[in-house]
């Protein structure tokens, strides 16, 4: 609240520049000792060593200072004259500032970097003096992945979770179609039905891994049932025995990833209905009454009056849903770790295992990996973006 | 494994104390078994070493096996203990590349233990001709066996393969599935392929083939296939091993529903838990199939190695040398039912399954570190996933063989 | 409204889709309902198949109780709690400041800069992972929990500044103009005019984030390694290690993982469901 205080108190020309003077020390203040202090050393001089953990208070200390001479060049600047002829132009880039820096040094320049390291083959380790192991090597790793089995698997996988992931649109459609009354309740059962998207991808990932157990689980279950009769075995013990062994749904490389996907749908299918409810909500009544003037119902109905309405939800749905598909790594972690042999690897799960899975440590390959899919996802983000410059462009 | 709330609090102040900038006599140690056994075994060790140095001020952050793998790639060159738990074979090869451990050829010169009582186990503490580590334990691998269930079928424990495919075979008539293995996690397919290689081709040519001197489809590799690939088409394992955790594998064993284990020591406490007696398991080496072929196991170790960031190198020699002793060893070993790497340590005699490993090993022409140990993790992970495809579908064995060809000539450069 | 109106139709028809209601609600909601149940079983009943009756015993707070007891969930609950709630106040204040910029003020760099924090938030978490390793391990954060909210809320920064910047695009302007032409400050506008009013969006975004942030497994598996710090997702998940067949405490387990978030959806339902559907009904 310094910044509320200054901007009431800077009346007087004088007590302005006094207040920017101040702004300034102390902005240099924090910034030197950003880079001079020695926080180890300090806190041993002071005898406060034991009360520092050394790892995190260094950085948060430096962290601190920086918001500190952050904050102290704001004040040095809103009380210039600069700044206040100028104030329409500067103002947004104060309030910018903070977030957008740390956008950009958490999420815009590790993609260039994650670029750059996909050039070079390396095992993430840095030697005792801090330098990097890495080694440059071009296009080797994308030459590599055009031959590696692996690769094809996950790109077909990634095929598939996209293609098979956008069922959920229509059902999630229908279920919102069917949702859409007013009838005593309906509010909870809409909350019921979305339910499943609250839920971790992991617990999602768990219960089904449960679901598909062959012996323990619901498959095993019914299977047991119908196939399957209990026995005694050699040392006196019950077994089951089967006449048609169960399927083993997540360790067949025919079924794992389709149990996977199957999985996944469950949390998009609720998201996509809840789009659909609330597109749903919004369509406007003359039109559809219009519609029925017309003598449009049921399928004709949906297809021509109300489905253009809903445009932005469907457009909404297909954009999280193409996101889903591929980011779904949550669920294959929990349920297969990529097994049996490889055969349900996406790129986001095969990247994370080639770069830091189980010490294989192949830093170079696995941002190739991750380059690639991010050329994929440029596609639907570009996509999007325009869209959204379209709406823009007409919004003004 | 098991934590306690109490653990976590205790490991989380351990931690947060670990990393306190050292003072000369401050010795710091990164360990990574939180599972009970080895837990106390650790600490009982450490505690006898502050006996006997009582100017040394130990501190030590035990954690998890698993976060250890990754952490370890960090602490070494950041936030460097004076010693830190790894593994020897490949696995201690990036790390030795980056200059990353500390060259301890002088300990191993010098101290009279580690000079004379660990021939069997230096070779793997080797690379580039000078030693790296100082291994604590080691554990055997072999055949566990249902002793009530051979009995029963008269089954004597096999000694060639012949008679051990004779075994399987009466096994499954009488509706007992010869061997259990859960293959989710992989590695456990490579015990397998391991064994069946070090018998068909015998100690070199594992270690070519896990240096890349030898083709995965090499004739002789594909002999060790065609072998395993006999086991696998009598369905001699279990059908839904690529669902299941090694633990998980247990049950079928435990229910007598499989009869035979190919797995290392450390799986005995995994039986007690799942209540079988243990009057009723035992154990033989995997038997011959080449004959003649002098017999090597798989004996993976765990040593201790000294990072080049350590800032107290001088008391972490002294914690090596006082690891290597006979007696440290000998009582380390005995609460973890392992085996001590110091041909003069004791061993306790009581324990059918440590009798009969120190003897095998010991009589052993050759240790074995593990696949996913001696050959680097890229080629390991590609070559189990391959093993486990091929468990699965043995038609595959061709095709199997000639894309781990490519991953070799790749990961070897 | 549509479909037409089930009140319109037959007593029969009414009744129908009144009884279909449940019904199908029942098999949605199976999987959840299965687990719940396996939940409370005691565990010879997994082990005689009893896995879709009804349980033999209800065993609900033995099994519960037997989850904090085996493994350390509360503390992983408790540091998804430590993970959550500092990544919702940054990344939610920091989207206030960057959503105003944005919407407010029409100066050349807007949009770019706008679509610069859609396009981020919406890459693939895996370019992001080794550099963001790398670099919080060279600031010697990594595997700290401080080192984990960092990322988590200049990431999240994305998405709650398309959220923000949109809804106070929203708002009338004029009263921004007017406020502008008494003379009133740039900030005292930002804070005494305009947060007021972007009430309703923070507690949607904070709902949100909260939820996203709690369930998620990916960063948390990358970024810490003690067992000590870790989440209840990456928890749960090395639970199911530990638990070797035993279904009913990794069901436990599970739930307890999903509760948090649960409640905080039906607490506030409207303001979650109003986030995720941001856009849904414009044009």
Redesign the interface.
């Known amino acids: 609240m310094t910044i509320e205080n200054t901007m009431v108190s800077h009346r007087n020309e004088t007590q302005m520049g006094m207040v920017a003077f101040a702004g300034a020390a102390l902005a240099v203040c924090l910034i030197c000792l950003f880079y001079l202090v020695d926080i180890?050393s300090t806190a041993?001089i002071l005898g406060i060593?034991?009360l520092?953990?050394?790892?995190v208070p260094n950085f948060f200390i430096r962290l601190v200072l920086l918001i500190g001479a952050l904050v102290s060049a704001f004040i040095l600047i809103i009380n210039t004259a600069f700044y206040k002829r100028n104030r329409i132009v500067l103002a947004p880039w104060i309030f910018l500032s903070v977030g957008l820096t740390f956008f950009i040094v958490y999420v815009i320049i590790p993609i260039f970097t994650s670029i750059s390291y996909s050039f070079t083959r390396w095992?993430?380790?840095?030697?005792?003096d801090?330098s990097s192991?890495a080694e440059w090597i071009g296009l080797e790793n994308y030459r590599?992945l055009m031959?590696d089995?692996?690769f094809y698997t996950s790109l077909w996988n990634n095929l598939l979770w996209l293609v098979l992931f956008m069922l959920a649109i229509p059902i999630g459609l229908g279920i919102a179609l069917f949702l859409n009354q007013t009838v005593t309740g309906i509010r909870i059962y809409k909350s019921l039905f979305f339910f499943p998207f609250v839920i971790s991808q992991v617990v999602v990932g768990l219960i089904f891994g449960w679901f598909y157990?062959?012996?323990f689980g619901m498959v095993g279950e019914i299977w047991g049932f119908f196939f399957c009769t209990e026995e005694t075995?050699?040392?006196?013990?019950v077994?089951t025995v089967c006449s048609v062994?169960p399927p083993?749904i997540?360790?067949?490389?025919k079924y794992a990833t389709y149990g996977i996907i199957v999985a996944g749908l469950w949390p998009q299918i609720a998201y996509c209905m809840i789009l659909y409810l609330t597109g749903l909500n919004n369509v406007s009544p003359d039109q559809i009454e219009a519609g029925r003037l017309d003598g449009a119902k049921g399928w004709k109905m949906l297809r021509h009056v109300i489905l253009p309405q809903l445009w932005p939800a469907t457009f909404l749905a297909v954009v999280v849903t193409v996101i889903g598909a591929l980011r779904s790594f949550d669920m294959i972690a929990t349920m297969t770790?990529g097994?049996?042999?490889?055969s349900t690897n996406v790129l986001a799960y095969y990247m994370y295992?080639?770069a830091?899975?189980?010490?294989?440590?192949?830093y170079g390959y696995g941002s190739a990996i991750a380059t690639v899919l991010f050329a994929i996802m440029l596609v639907y983000i570009s996509y999007f973006l325009w869209q959204m410059y379209k709406d823009e462009r007409e919004g003004r | 494994?098991?934590?306690?709330?109490k653990s976590?609090?205790l490991?989380?102040v351990a931690?947060?104390f670990m990393?306190?900038?050292a003072f000369a006599g401050d010795l710091v140690i990164n360990f990574d078994d939180?599972n009970p056994g080895p837990k106390k075994a650790f600490e009982e060790a450490i505690e006898d070493f502050k006996k006997a140095n009582p100017d040394i001020n130990v501190t030590v952050n035990n954690?998890?096996r698993e976060?250890?793998?990754?952490?370890i790639?960090?602490f070494?060159?950041?936030?460097a203990p004076d010693i830190t738990s790894w593994y020897p074979g490949n696995?201690m090869a990036?790390?030795v590349?980056?200059?990353?451990f500390e060259d301890i050829t002088d300990l191993w010169e010098s101290d009279p233990n580690l000079k004379d009582k660990f021939a069997a186990i230096k070779p793997t503490m080797t690379r580039d001709g000078k030693q790296w580590g100082v291994p604590y334990t080691f554990y055997q691998w072999g055949i566990y066996y249902?002793k009530?269930?051979f009995d029963?079928?008269g089954i004597a424990e096999p000694q060639t393969w012949d008679e051990l495919i004779a075994a399987s075979e009466l096994l499954k008539e009488?509706?007992?599935t010869p061997f259990t293995i859960g293959?989710?996690?992989?590695w456990t397919a490579a015990g397998v392929f391991d064994y069946i290689n070090l018998r068909t081709n015998g100690y070199e040519v594992h270690n070519d083939l896990t240096a890349g001197k030898i083709k995965y489809t090499d004739p002789r590799i594909r002999k060790t296939m065609e072998n395993w690939k006999q086991l696998i088409d009598m369905g001699a394992f279990v059908?839904?091993?690529?669902?299941m955790?090694w633990?998980?594998a247990i049950?079928p064993f435990a229910?007598?529903?499989a009869a035979m284990y190919v797995m290392g020591n450390f799986s005995v406490d995994g039986y007690k838990t799942a209540g079988i007696d243990l009057d009723n398991v035992d154990f033989f080496p995997f038997p011959e199939i080449t004959p003649g072929i002098p017999r090597a196991e798989e004996a993976p170790a765990d040593a201790f190695f000294i990072?080049?960031?350590a800032k107290n190198k001088e008391d972490a020699r002294k914690f090596l040398a006082f690891v290597a002793q006979p007696d440290t060893l000998a009582k380390w070993n005995a609460t973890i039912g392992q085996l001590p790497p110091n041909s003069a340590s004791e061993i306790n005699q009581d324990d059918k399954f440590i009798v009969q490993g120190f003897d095998t090993v010991s009589n052993a022409a050759g240790l074995a570190q593990f696949y996913d140990r001696d050959a680097p993790?890229?080629m390991a992970?590609?070559g189990m996933?391959?093993f486990?495809?091929f468990m699965?579908d043995t038609s595959k064995m061709d095709e199997i063989l000639e894309?781990l060809d490519?991953v070799q000539s790749?990961v070897y450069k | 409204m549509f479909p037409a109106p089930i009140e319109k139709a037959s007593s029969a028809k009414q009744f129908a889709y009144k009884a279909s209601l449940p019904i199908a609600l029942f098999i949605w909601l199976l999987p959840l309902l299965a687990i719940f149940l396996t939940s409370i079983r005691p565990a010879a009943d997994i082990n005689t198949g009893n896995v879709f009756g009804i349980p033999s015993s209800f065993q609900m707070i033995e099994n519960y109780t037997e989850v904090f007891r085996?493994?350390?969930a509360?503390?992983y609950l408790l540091n998804s709690l430590i993970i959550t709630i500092p990544t919702m106040i940054i990344a939610v204040s920091l989207a206030c400041l960057t959503g105003y910029a944005l919407a407010i003020y029409n100066f050349r760099w807007a949009m770019p800069i706008f679509f610069l924090f859609i396009a981020g938030n919406f890459v693939p978490f895996q370019i992001l992972m080794l550099p963001v390793i790398d670099m919080s391990?060279?600031l010697?954060v990594?595997?700290t929990v401080p080192g984990l909210v960092l990322f988590h809320a200049a990431f999240q920064t994305g998405f709650c500044t398309l959220f923000m910047r949109n809804f106070i695009k929203a708002l009338p302007q004029e009263l921004i103009e007017s406020a502008r032409i008494e003379g009133v400050g740039e900030f005292r506008i930002f804070w005494y005019l305009v947060m007021p009013l972007v009430r309703p969006a923070i507690a949607a975004l904070a709902v949100l984030i909260f939820t996203f942030i709690w369930n998620d497994f990916f960063w948390a598996t990358v970024m810490l390694?003690?067992?000590?710090q870790l989440p209840i997702t990456v928890g749960v998940k090395s639970l199911n290690?530990?638990f070797?067949?035993q279904w009913h405490l990794v069901s436990a387990a599970s739930l307890l993982a999903a509760v948090p978030p649960v409640l905080m959806f039906f607490a506030m339902q409207r303001h979650f469901i109003a986030g995720l559907t941001l856009g849904a009904t414009k044009g």
């Open positions: 180890e041993s060593e034991q520092v953990d050394a790892r095992n993430g380790l840095r030697r005792a801090g192991t590599m031959e089995p692996n157990e062959p012996t075995n050699i040392v006196g013990n077994r062994d083993h997540l360790g067949e490389a770790s097994g049996p042999f490889g295992d080639q830091i899975g189980e010490g294989v440590g192949r | 494994m098991k934590f306690s709330f976590v609090l490991g989380t931690s947060a990393s306190v900038s939180l954690t998890d976060a250890h793998k990754t952490a790639r960090n070494l060159t950041n936030d696995r990036p790390f590349d980056a200059g990353l249902r009530d269930i029963k079928l009488n509706g007992v293959t989710k996690f992989l059908p839904n091993h690529a669902t955790s633990q998980d049950a229910n007598g529903d990072p080049a960031n993790a890229a992970k590609a996933e391959g486990q495809q699965l894309r490519v790749e | 085996q493994s350390p509360g503390q391990n060279r010697d990594y595997n390694q003690d067992a000590s290690g530990q070797v067949n």
